[in-house]
């Protein structure tokens, strides 16, 4: 079974440039997760999805990170303008939200580098 | 909303010891507990995990205790191998299908050979 996948894994840009993540979660999954984790810390999370409906984005910051999720399968979130506070790996996640508990499957991360 | 601590932030054991992890928690209603490893630069993955009905799982040499009245839950990893090297991370999730975790803020735990 294929993972998450992300991409790019790494991208490094001058503040105030536009960014752009991509997400494409394990097939089937129908509930997907940007987190943000900053160096040595635990994946904050910044928005989640369950098909093609943003259900919780309540960190989000909706003044320059938006996010969609079309077709309720890829996802891409992205930052316009970057500043240099949002350095950091964005992970992806995604899981069959279903009955009982369901595990969260993360992706590799894009390490973002704001100069 | 929910608050999650961990300690300690970085733990050296030797091989073939054993090493604790706490965390604890400050919402009464969460109920489910996973824990992800993180190897250097790789993805988290889940490697155990416990529900609020439950007061302790085994997985061959990890395990993880709750103690719901506390607020606390800990992971223990007996016989330590240099492969167990890696950031361990706690979360605690409030709804019901475990999809909206708080995560701790990590435990590095370095296993000396």
């Known amino acids: 079974e294929a993972g998450v996948v992300q991409s790019p894994r790494y991208k490094i840009i001058e503040k105030k440039q536009p960014v752009a993540f991509w997400c494409n979660p394990i097939?089937?999954?129908?509930?997907l997760y940007w987190y943000r984790q900053n160096l040595g810390q635990g994946p904050e999370l910044l928005i989640r999805?369950?098909?093609?409906?943003?259900?919780?984005d309540s960190q989000l910051p909706k003044d320059r990170f938006s996010a969609e999720r079309l077709k309720g399968v890829d996802s891409t979130l992205k930052i316009q303008p970057a500043e240099l506070g949002d350095s950091a790996v964005y992970l992806c996640?995604?899981?069959?939200?279903?009955?009982?508990?369901?595990?969260?499957?993360f992706g590799p991360g894009t390490r973002l580098t704001v100069l | 909303g929910e608050n999650v601590e961990q300690h300690p932030s970085t733990l050296s054991v030797q091989e073939g010891d054993s090493a604790v992890i706490k965390c604890t928690y400050s919402?009464?209603?969460?109920?489910?507990f996973p824990w992800y490893k993180q190897e250097l630069g790789k993805r988290p993955q889940l490697i155990i995990d416990?529900?609020?009905?439950?007061g302790e799982k085994k997985d061959q040499r990890i395990a993880v205790t709750l103690n719901k009245t506390a607020k606390h839950f800990s992971l223990h990893i007996t016989e330590t191998q240099p492969e167990d090297s890696a950031v361990y991370f706690c979360?605690?999730?409030?709804?019901?299908?475990?999809?909206?975790?708080?995560f701790g803020p990590g435990t590095r735990l370095s296993v000396l050979p």
């Open positions: 996640a995604s899981s069959l939200v279903g009955q009982g508990y369901n595990e969260q499957f």
């Open positions: 097939s089937g999954h129908n509930t």
């Open positions: 999805y369950e098909n093609e409906e943003a259900v919780d």
């Open positions: 919402d009464s209603a969460s109920n489910y």
């Open positions: 416990i529900r609020s009905n439950v």
């Open positions: 979360a605690a999730s409030l709804d019901n299908y475990g999809q909206n975790f708080v």
